[in-house]
């Protein structure tokens, strides 16, 4: 199979030989940790955070994944009034599941909070736990790899150059075990109202977790990627995770063409933005 350029320059990117030509569509590929026991979908409906500090969301059920399309979860009561100091703050001091006894410390997210782009991960792993930062170990290199082939960056820039990037998950699983339905439930509130915060223009979900929680879907990675979805209004491009990437390396042709896919759509809802001021 032949790149085209713009194959070539994201290989090179991600220190990949372009010889590495990829493999025909597997069926379903899956992002999920090889070892890990199959996740439970996330409950589409925490239930309302209490308003005494502090503030965590409250008991989630169990539940089935929402059909494709229902609205995900709102945070309300105090989640949805928060600013960033006390959003930040409230997730600092959530002992809403099991993860805060075995965390180092939260990891809230990173970025500008004016972003145009937002990345929603997984969960923090060792890495990410003790810096208390996202994506910071091999999963975030090969993430700030493929930005940077499309001038974006976590770091410090104006905000159409620079993506915020947050989890679905503030805590880290022991273990780097996948999340469970009632985690991400839990935790959820925190995601959506980030996401109000920023308003960003396109939203990359990376992997199962995050399109569990973002779309209510349960469906493989490769049969939503492709087109762009919609969450509360934001256009929503799913791809892999970077650590299935690294697993999968012969993927990162079509992660390519998602992060297209997703600047494709930026460049589109900035044109039809109305003008500032
Ligand atoms: N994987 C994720 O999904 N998030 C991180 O922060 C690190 C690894």
């Known amino acids: 199979m032949a790149w085209t350029e713009r194959q070539r320059r994201m290989l090179a990117e991600m220190g990949l030989p372009p010889w590495l030509a990829p493999a025909a569509a597997p069926d379903e ?8 026991p199959a996740a439970q979908p996330a409950a589409p409906s925490p239930t309302q955070p209490q308003a005494a500090a502090p503030v ?7 539940a089935q994944v929402a059909p494709m399309g229902a609205p995900a979860n709102r945070p309300a009561g105090a989640v949805a009034m928060l600013d960033w100091t006390g959003l930040r703050d409230a997730v600092a001091a959530c002992t809403a599941c099991g993860l805060c006894e075995s965390r180092t410390q939260t990891v809230f997210g990173v970025g500008n909070r004016s972003a145009e782009w937002m990345i929603v991960g997984e969960a923090p792993g060792e890495q990410e736990d003790r810096q208390g930062e996202p994506f910071v170990g091999r999963s975030g290199q090969l993430l700030d790899n493929m930005l940077l082939a499309l001038g ?11 993506v915020y990037i947050a989890n679905t998950l503030k805590c880290r699983p022991p273990g780097n075990r996948n999340p469970t ?20 223009r396109i939203i990359l979900a990376m992997g199962r977790f995050a399109v569990q929680s973002l779309l209510r879907s349960n469906e493989p990675i490769g049969r939503l990627r492709g087109r762009v979805h919609h969450y509360q209004g934001v ?16 993927d990162k042709a079509r992660a390519w063409d998602d992060l297209c896919l997703a600047a494709e759509t930026a460049a589109a809802a900035a044109a039809a ?3 500032p001021g």
């Open 152 to 162: 974006l960056s976590r770091a410090e820039g104006a905000a159409d150059r620079q």
């Open 235 to 250: 256009p929503l491009v799913v791809t892999y995770h970077p650590a299935y990437l690294l697993r999968n390396p012969l």
């Open 29 to 36: 590929p899956t992002d999920a940790p090889a070892p890990e």
């Open 273 to 275: 933005a109305p003008a």
């Open 56 to 62: 965590v969301p409250a008991p989630a059920p169990q």
């Open 181 to 200: 339905a009632d985690e991400l439930a839990r935790c959820e509130p925190f995601l959506v109202r980030q996401i109000e915060l920023i308003k960003p």
